[in-house]
């Protein structure tokens, strides 16, 4: 049976684009990591106060930030219970800066770029293991890789990446060979109906922004990427000023700086990182989705725009979404009809471009799901039609902060857990680079404002954004399914 994708407003969702795969989690979601880790020490110098063990806390040492000369953002953060040093390089681009017709572009060069050839290291590009467990992936905002290695291997690892970025092999075999790879990629995609779903919620919000498209690509974009293109992508981009790199771990704090500095100092910045143009015209009607395929979860995806994070209206936002998830956590199963419902635990924080403020829920059955989602939508008008009293608007704001901040310190999970404690450092990692750009602005001006909010403006916030017509709904009709 062929899945079908019908719309309630005919301009929602498009032909093949409407069917593009969602951003996939990478490694674990802690709740604890949604807030994250860099804000505590947003312009503490390398190796300075914010290198030293925290106080309280014999394993805990608190993030430290600063920059090279070449533009390259760096930040520290150690931890001693572990001999296990995560390094993560992160490209602060992705799908987001594709061209029109370009979607796969990013993720092309995302694979091209872990597989190609590095002078010094002639094994990388061919055995897996001769990068010791590199990983990697792209979304919509960044390009990460990847590097879990034991203490005395950090140097090595810190000089792979480095000739990543400055001299890595991309040739006309490694590009066909990476784009048949993406190609598969998308396929398989979009004959996942979870992946579906939310390509289908993200389509029909982002109609103009990027952010529609899938970060897997498009087959028809993708065949008709050339090698020049690919180039051109990593040439404009792949620069140390349009980077962070972040160390988690077990980290050798004496010289630490002064090793950095002497593996990628010498590296040029770029003439210019490119800013494409992304902008999303205002929503003035609800937009609802339905994906129609065998074996589709029995889900209801919701969406409210909202606006940039520099916004003032932003951090009354973050408090409601913060209420919104305590209202939602009081109703855990809706009465026997969901499997799952609540916010999703991407934080409208971590995007570069004005995002959504995101729910889901799972019914136990196809038949429940409208219950269901009668229900996640009183809980959100409830809430926007009245003034909170002054104790939940504390207790929203205390869960808000939270998010903004994460803890100070890091608390990873017992030593010797293998490759869980590697995936709670690339959450780690990952979490501080997201916001690496926006450190000094969100644990300033960003946190008065927070600080500022009360009541009245949480309501008049509500009113605003919370409201059927800036929402944007899918629904999976088929067997229930497996959560994304």
């Not at 790199?245 to 700086?257: F, K, Q, S």
């Amino acid at each position: 049976m062929t899945p079908v994708l019908r719309s309630s407003s005919p301009t929602s969702v498009g032909g093949a684009r409407a069917q593009a795969g969602a951003p996939r989690s990478v490694a674990i979601r802690l709740g604890a990591l949604v807030g994250v880790f860099a804000l505590a020490a947003a312009s503490l110098p390398l190796g300075g106060p914010g290198a030293r063990v925290a106080e309280g806390c014999d394993t805990c040492v608190r993030p430290a930030r600063s920059s090279l000369s070449n533009g390259l953002t760096c930040i520290f953060c150690g931890n001693h219970r572990d001999r296990q040093v995560l390094v993560l390089m992160a490209y602060h681009v992705g799908a987001r800066d594709e061209p029109p017709r370009g979607a796969g572009t990013a993720r092309v060069v995302e694979h091209m770029l872990a597989r190609a050839p590095l002078p010094s290291f002639p094994a990388a590009g061919r055995d897996p293991d001769a990068s010791r467990a590199a990983g990697s992936d792209v979304t919509h905002d960044l390009t990460w890789f990847s590097h879990a290695v034991e203490r005395d291997d950090l140097e090595r690892a810190l000089r792979l990446e480095a000739e990543r970025m400055r001299s890595a092999v991309l040739d006309e075999e490694l590009f066909r060979r990476e784009r048949e790879r993406c190609l598969r990629e998308a396929a398989e995609s979009e004959l996942n109906p979870v992946r579906r779903l939310w390509g289908a919620l993200y389509a029909a919000a982002f109609r103009v922004h990027p952010y529609g498209r899938p970060r897997r690509g498009l087959p028809e974009d993708l065949r008709d990427l050339s090698e020049k293109a690919a180039r051109d992508f990593q040439r404009a981009f792949f620069h140390p000023d349009n980077a962070t790199l972040v160390l988690v771990g077990d980290l050798p704090e004496p010289g630490l700086a002064l090793l950095v500095e002497r593996v990628f100092g010498d590296i040029p910045r770029s003439a210019g990182i490119p800013v494409p143009l992304a902008t999303e015209p205002p929503q003035t009607e609800a937009r609802r989705v339905v994906l129609e395929a065998p074996g589709a979860p029995a889900r209801l995806l919701l969406g409210f725009r909202l606006p940039a994070v520099e916004h003032p209206d932003h951090p009354a936002l973050l408090a409601l979404r913060a209420a919104l998830g305590a209202r939602l956590g009081r109703i855990p199963d809706f009465e026997g009809k969901a499997r799952s419902a609540g916010l999703r635990p991407e934080s409208p924080l971590d995007y570069r471009d004005p995002h959504l403020l995101l729910l889901s829920a799972e019914a136990v059955s196809p038949d429940a799901l409208t219950e269901v989602e009668a229900r996640l939508r009183q809980a959100v008008e409830e809430l926007s039609s009245q003034v909170l009293p002054a104790a939940d608007v504390e207790a929203a704001k205390k869960r808000a902060a939270a998010e903004l901040a994460g803890p100070s310190t890091i608390d990873p999970p017992p030593a010797g857990e293998g490759d869980y404690l590697s995936r709670f450092y690339v959450d780690v990692a990952l979490a501080l680079a997201r916001r690496a750009r926006r450190a000094a602005y969100l644990d300033g001006d960003y946190r008065r404002r927070l600080g500022e909010v009360d009541g009245a403006r949480m309501h008049e916030a509500a009113a605003k954004y919370l409201v059927r017509a800036n929402a944007t709904s899918a629904v999976g009709v088929g067997a229930a399914g497996a959560g994304r």
